[in-house]
């Protein structure tokens, strides 16, 4: 179990600016997630004590931001995510499963067999 005493909070607090600067980005680009992460030279700030524990966000940037958040369905965005969640471990345990099959040739009897339920064709064997 993680304590308080073993999360070095200079690394959260870095973190956390970093989550910021991200959030602050995602409403210049409208949500889309095509930015870079800004380098904000904490370290050298922290080294001099200047590293602010808030990013300041410019006001027509969040006036701006706020009506394209309360427009987003964020049920509909968990439900995609899951979605895409379900199909990924489908796709990897289809892999892991891809993995195990023999090609070198000395393939066995039943192999189309077991293709086929992975999948999930049986019924045109």
């Known amino acids: 179990m993680l304590l308080d005493k073993d999360v070095d909070m200079m690394t959260l607090n870095a973190n956390f600016l970093t989550l910021q600067c991200c959030m602050q980005e995602v409403m210049c ?67 892991s499963q891809m993995e195990k099959l023999s090609v070198d040739g000395e393939l066995e009897d039943d192999i189309d067999l077991d293709l086929a339920l992975l999948m999930g064709i049986k019924h045109l064997l």
């Open 29 to 95: 680009v409208e949500g889309d997630n095509c930015y870079k992460i800004p380098h904000m030279k904490k370290a050298k700030l922290a080294a001099v004590g200047m590293l602010s524990e808030v990013i300041c966000v410019d006001r027509d940037l969040f006036d701006d931001g706020c009506p394209l958040l309360s427009a987003t369905d964020i049920d509909k965005k968990i439900d995609e995510l899951a979605l895409e969640v379900a199909q990924a471990m489908d796709m990897s345990e289809f892999s």
